[in-house]
């Protein structure tokens, strides 16, 4: 079966090979990074409605812009859950396509997996790019010195930056190497997220340049947000590149905070297929 591109084809396509591993000039806050951890976390919410989750539950569509030739791709949809607590498992239903993914701890499984992406890469590439401002404070990230720097592709006005590097682990499904958080400067609030592809089969599936050792950065730009137990949370907002270009707008709806993990999501079906693929790329360096 001839597999359709992933999302993070579509979205890394679009910006371009030649973006490597481009960061902005910064300049130096008066704030620590944790201070300002603080402050972006607090303005979303704080850590007590956070921590008091059993799950994170959400419905994401993803809408592609036209393409050269005129057309437009369907929509991509995914109702995704993420249990909170040190394992992190995932279940995901594509409705859009059929297929399903889960990581039940220990492997990344899929079913009627139809779409270009590594199942392995999944689970965890839309949900950073909703909760960044409560990894700030996971014990196993590390923070950079914060910043000043306007958002790729609009140099209009400068936001605050935090620098959240992510932990590499072999035996877990990929994360980005950073998320950088751009917060407006008065409120706090996260106006926009930068991260990068690390994640080696993703990029042989690009063809990127032997050696090449990440893509981006790709930059998610937050349009609106709703109130959900307690939260601040994003429901509408765009993708773009380096110089601005549109990659895709993305809904997100039927969040929910307080529904219990389905243990019943871990079993796994006789059709499952394991993706047991290694970090590195296969493309010799």
Known sequence: MRRSLGIATILLVSIGAVAGCQRSESTP???????LADRITQ?????????????????????????ADGATPSPWVSREVVERGPAGRV????????????????????????????PKMMPYLVYYGLVAPWVAHDPNV????????????????????LTIRMPRDPSRPPTAGYLKIFADP????????????????????????P?????????HVYDEYAEVGGLRVPVKYHTVGPDGSLAGTH???????????????MRKPADAVVDDARDERRVAS
């Open 186 to 209: 008065e409120s706090y609030e996260m106006k926009a997220l930068s991260y990068n592809v690390t994640y080696g089969p993703m990029l042989d599936i690009m063809g990127l340049p």
């Open 251 to 265: 809904d997100v709806k039927d969040w929910s905070f307080d529904q219990p993990f389905d243990e019943g999501r």
């Open 211 to 219: 050696g090449m050792a990440e893509m981006g950065p790709i930059t």
């Open 91 to 118: 279940y995901q239903d594509w409705t859009s396509h059929g297929g399903t993914i889960a990581w039940d701890g220990s492997e990344v499984w899929s079913t009627d997996w139809v779409l270009g992406n590594p």
């Open 29 to 35: 806050t008066a704030l620590t990074s944790s201070a």
């Open 43 to 67: 303005a979303h919410g704080g850590m007590e409605a956070w921590n008091g989750a059993s799950s994170v539950r959400y419905e994401h569509t993803l809408y592609f812009p036209e393409r």
């Open 142 to 161: 590390t923070l950079d010195e914060p910043g000043r720097e306007a958002i790729p592709g609009d140099s209009s006005r400068t936001y605050v930056t």
